[in-house]
């Protein structure tokens, strides 16, 4: 069954960064494009960005230029590299892949920016 596993998130002063990975099993992991989430609290979860299976990438404004998506097929990993992190970045942060309509989440990794 697909199984979706984050880690990587923790604690970070305003403008540091962190790598958040994401494993992903049961299923040919190359051929999907991959999405990173996040929800912070009180708000709705909201779209981070994409890696498609050519590798392109897409960003939500409020990331673009700071945070860095990339897939390693071989370990089936997708990554999000967070750089210049705010206090508004925290949140839980979850990947999610979508197949044949259907959407598979991960059990998220908190991300708390703070000094």
């Known amino acids: 069954q697909v199984q979706l596993v984050e880690s990587g998130g923790g604690l970070v002063q305003p403008g540091g960064s962190l790598r958040l990975s994401c494993a992903a099993s049961?299923?040919?992991?190359?051929?999907?494009?991959m999405k990173w989430y996040r929800q912070a609290p009180g708000k709705e979860r909201e779209w981070v960005a994409t890696i498609f299976s050519t590798g392109n990438t897409n960003y939500a404004d409020s990331v673009k230029g700071r945070f860095t998506i990339s897939r390693d097929n071989a370990k089936s990993t997708v990554y999000l590299q967070m750089n210049s992190l705010k206090p508004e970045d925290t949140a839980i942060y979850y990947c999610?892949?979508?197949?044949?309509?259907?959407?598979?989440w991960g059990q998220g990794t908190q991300v708390t920016v703070s000094s």
């Open positions: 999610k892949v979508t197949q044949r309509g259907l959407e598979y």
């Open positions: 049961g299923f040919t992991f190359s051929i999907y494009g």
